[in-house]
């Protein structure tokens, strides 16, 4: 048996492993969100027992979108007196600041702050931003939204309702939406993506282990848990995958309502994309490499689950799909052959119809997602865009490899925001 | 500039618009007669015939009249096919009446007494003024001519296709008429019956049986068996090996097919491959006396390396000769081995018997593919046959691989790696307990079939189920949906 035969047997074993894992968690995905759609998720409370929120916004040059994003959160159900925004305008140089003081003025029954920071305190990234915003905040309970969001108006409430209900919930996590989905082909990817893979996934994860990660916006998560945590790790570039752990670590769990539902602006360009993902992904190996230790460790609880999941998608998943791009590569070219008895071209048919199936299942759930337009999206995206995650994470391995080298600081790249049209 | 035996004059139409196809069967023919062949267009001819004592002169399509004063002088053998137009100093003459392309029968008889009709066309027949060499007639418009006529060194075909196969086995013979001055009778190259592409796992009780009929019948014979890379221990080879030693010791001979070549390779890896298939079959006493090769390979350098290895080749087609040959193909390189070649016989009847002999050929039987009933046939056609069957053990032979590897058979003594061997059957004991060191991974890797089924079939369910889970969450967002439209209407109305 060959070298390539062998890599062979291990990338269809890891890709069909894996193929099956998503599976399994988009049916407890599935159920989770079925039996949370047959209610609006409300848990009713008196006005006196709303807690105080301190609604964050880290803003780094934002002035394209986050006037939209503000008259968004002053939108809020939830009792005018009890949140505060704070808009954390981080070392910006272009006209936030100005835009945040017109709406101070304009909406002066609301309580709207602008903390400005400048290069010396601030301009760092989203975790300092965040760990300036909470030095001022006030209430019991943070809110996070990022400064291109457009949360719909009953999304705190619902969130807020759910943790104070639930005493064992350290933080509980909405929906994302794409905003501007028809705006290119990738924003189209992107939201199906978003729905699939980032919702769906973190509702399976939550049905079968209580385990969800924070995805950075849209969540609310107890003062007392930031305080004793010391804030946000400013040296991690996911920084709401890294304080996820850190809350299963002190025995909480984070909850998912789908019904908490924020819209986001998606990148729509193919570099814009790119160095996002490429920062998620560094953020996520960072995560990974921090926590990997608790895999092993007995007292760790169901975060195990977790830090393997991470394990195994930066390890057996992108080495098996790396494998099975070159061997396929090889074929074509000439350079490899593969000769593996028993497997048939009907089996690859079958797993292109899984794929489809699986993403065509989330977007069943949701409105004016689930058409053959959609499928045919799917289908593409299988063989393009699906194709480019394992470039991302090569690109983060290699950046991270080049900063430990030489030593190099780790640096927030802020993603790129455009003037989106009102239709 | 080396020059071949034979020049064959075509106008410059015949490869780019008429009927490059007959340049091609004509170049087919010529390799499988092992000559060396010259091209020349019309217009490029006229200096290159005083370098030649024989030329083809081929004129069969409406546009391709060619120059006769390009002859002018010529005194060589000439075999001229298609229109005559213009040789009448050759002794060819036009015939009134039958002028343009018309369809005629023709009666044709094989050297062995094969006796054959076929429907031709002919275009401008011409007809020769008492020739001395007649063979066949030709019925056109109600006129009878000569098929095949020729006088002194000038032969003439008036057909026009020789692209099917009675064209190509009547042209063929001609070819060899023509080209024997003497007037003794000519050599008969022999025919040979070949099982192809037999694999350890044909079915050995059925391959048993054809050969002990072959045996019984003492008709000589050709098994070409499929290289073998892996397992050559395991009892199913074993017992197959068994037959092919039977075989070889009763008639037979066993050579050894071409690997089939899937992606793109080199020399080294396909020598390496032969040399592993020679190894495993004569580590179990098998003796292989030739190779069977595609015709491809004589035009690549890595392949003529190993073509150059036996002494013995069959070829198994002649698809390599297509419309490109006559421009870009050189088989001087090949010819100059001097190998002994046989080539597919052309196929007259359902048989497929040979009825040719100016070359050696081969019929070939796909036992895998082929019922009890085509192959007894073709059998019994070949022993009945008056071309004359042959056996590779009659022949002097040799075969190399890599590391000196080697069997030499010089029609007395067998020498393979060194060692003399003997070509003669003891039945061998087959071990029944055979360790196939079949373990867990072993199992896992070598058959991926029960793998492969179980994905399939899980992947089915959860298709299934994903389905049902669908169809469930659109009702479920019709009704809500629907609630909410109703409450908004009642609202509304109220």
């Keep these: 048996m060959s070298a390539s035969e062998i890599i062979s047997i291990y990338a269809i074993a890891a890709i069909w492993f894996m193929m099956m894992l998503n599976v399994m968690l988009s049916i407890g995905g599935y159920i989770y969100i079925y039996r949370c759609n047959q209610s609006d998720g409300h848990i009713p409370m008196d006005h006196d027992e709303y807690p105080m929120v301190s609604v964050l916004v880290p803003a780094h040059n934002e002035a394209l979108v986050v006037q939209r994003t503000v008259r968004s959160l002053l939108n809020f159900d939830y009792p005018k007196d009890k949140y505060e925004i704070i808009v954390i305008n981080d070392n910006s140089s272009d006209d936030t600041e100005d835009i945040l003081s017109d709406l101070a003025a304009e909406f002066p029954e609301n309580r709207l702050m602008c903390v400005s920071t400048d290069k010396v305190v601030g301009g760092t990234g989203k975790s300092n931003a965040l760990n300036i915003g909470f030095s001022v905040a006030e209430g019991s309970v943070i809110a996070i939204y990022d400064a291109d969001n457009t949360p719909e108006p009953k999304a705190l409430r619902l969130l807020v309702e759910n943790l104070v209900a639930d005493p064992k919930a350290g933080a509980v996590i909405g929906k994302f939406r794409t905003r501007n989905r028809n705006a290119s082909i990738l924003s189209r990817f992107v939201n199906i993506e978003t729905l699939s893979h980032q919702c769906m996934n973190q509702a399976g994860r939550f049905f079968f282990f209580k385990l969800c990660t924070i995805p950075g916006t849209n969540y609310v998560i107890r003062r007392s848990i930031i305080e004793s945590v010391g804030g946000w790790d400013v040296k991690a570039l996911s920084e709401d995958t890294e304080i996820s752990f850190r809350i299963y670590r002190m025995g909480y769990y984070i909850k998912l309502l789908p019904q908490a539902v924020t819209w986001e602006q998606e990148p729509h360009l193919l570099p814009v994309w790119f160095r996002q993902r490429v920062r998620w992904a560094k953020g996520n190996i960072y995560v990974m490499m921090k926590n990997f230790k608790y895999t092993f460790d007995r007292n760790a609880g169901p975060m195990r689950m977790d830090a393997l999941y991470y394990a195994l998608t930066y390890s057996i998943m992108l080495s098996s799909l790396v494998a099975s791009d070159m061997i396929f590569l090889g074929g074509v070219l000439g350079k490899i052959q593969v000769r593996l008895g028993g497997f048939s071209t009907a089996l690859w048919g079958m797993a292109i119809l899984v794929f489809i199936a699986d993403v065509m299942l989330t977007l069943s759930l949701e409105r004016n997602e689930f058409n053959l337009e959609s499928m045919g999206l799917v289908a593409m995206m299988l063989f393009s865009y699906a194709k480019l995650w394992v470039f991302v994470v090569v690109k983060a391995m290699w950046d991270m490899l080049m900063d430990a080298l030489f030593k190099r600081e780790v640096k927030w790249d802020k993603t790129v925001r455009y003037v989106e049209s009102d239709s | ?494």
Excluded at chain 2, 57 to 81: H, K, Q, Y
Excluded at chain 2, 179 to 198: A, G, N, P, R, T
Excluded at chain 2, 366 to 390: E, L, W
């Design chain 2, 1 to 494: 500039m080396e020059r071949g035996e034979i020049l064959v004059v075509y106008p410059e139409e015949a490869v780019k618009r008429s009927r490059p196809d007959n340049l091609s069967a004509i170049a087919q023919i010529l390799f499988s007669m092992s000559y060396h062949v010259d091209w020349a267009e019309a217009e490029y001819a006229a200096d290159e015939i005083k370098f030649y004592d024989k030329v083809i002169w081929c004129a069969t399509a409406e546009s391709d009249r060619l120059d006769p004063l390009i002859l002018d002088g010529f005194e060589g053998l000439l075999l001229v096919l298609g229109q005559p137009g213009g040789l009448e100093h050759f002794g060819i003459k036009p015939v009134s009446g039958l002028e343009g392309k018309l369809i005629g029968t023709c009666d044709y008889m094989f050297e062995d007494n094969y006796q054959t009709r076929n429907s031709v066309e002919v275009l401008n027949v011409g007809s020769y003024d008492g020739p001395a060499y007649i063979n066949g007639t030709l019925n056109v418009l109600g006129a009878d001519l000569p098929l095949v006529s020729g006088s002194g060194n000038v032969h003439y075909i008036p057909l026009i296709d020789y692209t099917t196969e009675f064209a190509k086995a009547l042209l063929m013979q001609e070819i060899g008429q023509w080209l024997w001055v003497w007037d003794s009778h000519m050599h008969m190259y022999s025919q040979h019956i070949v099982l192809d592409e037999i694999y350890p796992f044909t079915d050995p009780y059925r391959l048993q049986q054809i050969v002990s009929h072959m045996v019984e019948l003492k008709m000589n014979f050709v098994i070409s068996v499929m290289p073998i890379y892996d397992h050559a221990d395991y009892p199913a080879m074993q017992r197959f090996c068994e037959v092919l030693r039977y075989a070889q010791a009763n008639g037979g001979a066993v050579i050894l097919h071409a690997p089939l070549i899937q992606t793109e390779f080199d020399f080294d890896s396909l020598a390496a491959h032969v040399t592993t298939a020679m190894r495993n079959y004569f580590d179990n006493g098998v003796w292989l006396l030739g190779m069977e090769v595609p015709s491809e390979w004589i035009f690549h350098e890595e392949t003529l390396g190993i073509l150059r290895r036996s002494r013995t080749l069959f070829f198994s087609d002649a698809d390599a000769f297509d419309s490109r040959f006559v421009n870009e193909y050189d088989i001087h390189e090949y010819l100059k081995l001097g190998n002994q070649q046989v080539v597919p016989a052309y196929k007259l009847n359902e048989t497929g018997a040979s009825h040719t002999a100016r070359c050696s050929t081969a019929v070939y039987v796909n036992v895998d593919m082929t019922t009890d009933d085509v192959i007894y046939a073709a059998i019994d056609a070949v022993k009945d046959a008056p071309i004359p069957m042959q056996s590779l053990w009659s022949m002097e032979q040799g075969l190399y691989a890599d590391d000196f590897r080697y069997l030499t058979w010089d029609r007395n003594t067998l020498i393979v790696n060194g060692v003399q061997r003997f070509n003669n059957y003891e039945p061998a004991e087959i071990e029944n307990k055979f360790d196939y060191k079949r373990n867990v991974y072993y199992r896992f890797v070598t058959n991926l079939a029960n793998q492969n089924q179980f994905l399939i079939g899980l992947s089915g369910v959860v298709l299934v189920l994903f389905v049902f889970l669908v169809f469930q969450s659109r009702q479920q967002m019709h009704k809500r949906f629907l609630k909410k439209s109703i409450k908004t209407t009642d609202g509304e109305g109220s």
